[in-house]
C-alpha cells in the first residue's frame, strides 16, 4: 500500500485534494520520506490545509511505495489509483478529488485523471514524453504549470500535451512562469498559491 498523511477537513469534508510528489525513470527502491521529492510537496499540502480546511478542504499527500515510474509497469500510477478508492470510500461519491503532482508526479495525476472522483488535475513541472494518453481527460478541469528554466523536464511537451488535451477537453490553462526551474524553489509562495486556487475553484458552488 503507498502511505498518506491526511490532513482532514474542519467540519464536513466537501472537496479533496491528492498530493503527488516527483521520482526516479527507472528505481525499484523504496521511497522514504526524507527525499527531496517527498519533502518538496510538503509545503503545498500545508498550503493547501491552511487555505482550505475551514471551508471544508480534506489533503491526502500521498508517498509512492517505489521511486521509480518503471516504464510500462507506472509503478506511481497503480498507488494513485489505490489512494483514489481509498477517498472515495471515505467520502462518497459525490465528494470531488483534485489531484497537484509535480514532475513524475504530474504524469502520475494525469495518468489516474479517470477516476470517477476526479474533476481536476494540477500537473506543476510535468514529465510528458511524447506519446502519453489523454483521453482519460475527458470532463476534467487542467492546469499545467511549467518554468522557462527548467532543464529536468520539457516546457515544450507541456505545451504540445496540452494540445492534445484540448481535443478531449476544452479547460485547459497554461501558465509559463518566467525564470522558474525544476524545483520550483525560486519563488515557491507563488506555487503554492498557484495551486490552492485552482483546487479550492473546485469547492461546491464555486467558492
Known amino acids: 500500500m503507498p502511505y ?25 527502491a523504496p521511497t522514504t520520506a526524507w527525499q527531496m521529492s517527498v519533502l518538496r510537496m510538503m509545503p503545498f499540502a500545508w498550503a493547501l490545509r491552511s487555505a482550505g480546511a475551514r471551508r471544508g478542504l480534506a489533503v491526502w499527500r500521498v508517498r509512492y511505495r517505489l521511486r521509480g515510474w518503471n516504464g510500462p509497469e507506472a509503478s506511481p500510477v497503480a498507488d494513485a489509483e489505490q489512494v483514489l478508492e481509498q477517498v472515495r470510500l471515505a467520502y462518497g461519491i ?57 532543464r529536468t523536464t520539457s516546457p515544450r511537451a507541456t505545451h504540445y500535451y496540452a494540445e ?7 479547460d485547459v490553462r497554461v501558465v509559463d512562469v518566467p525564470g522558474e526551474n525544476h524545483a520550483l524553489l525560486r519563488n515557491p509562495g507563488y506555487w ?10 473546485f469547492l461546491p458552488g464555486g467558492e
Open 192 to 201: 503554492h498559491d498557484l495551486s490552492s486556487d485552482f483546487v479550492l475553484s
Open 94 to 150: 459525490d465528494v470531488p478529488v483534485v489531484m497537484i503532482g509535480h514532475s513524475m508526479g504530474g504524469r502520475t495525476a494525469l495518468r489516474a485523471a479517470g477516476h470517477p472522483n476526479v474533476r481536476g488535475v494540477a500537473a506543476l513541472a510535468p514529465w510528458l514524453p511524447k506519446g502519453e494518453p489523454v483521453e482519460q481527460l475527458r470532463d476534467r478541469r487542467l492546469l499545467l504549470a511549467h518554468g522557462s528554466d527548467d
Open 164 to 170: 492534445r488535451a484540448r481535443e478531449i477537453t476544452r
Open 4 to 28: 498518506t498523511t491526511v490532513h482532514p477537513a474542519q467540519g464536513a469534508t466537501r472537496l479533496v485534494a491528492v498530493v503527488l510528489h516527483g521520482g526516479r525513470e527507472t528505481s525499484t
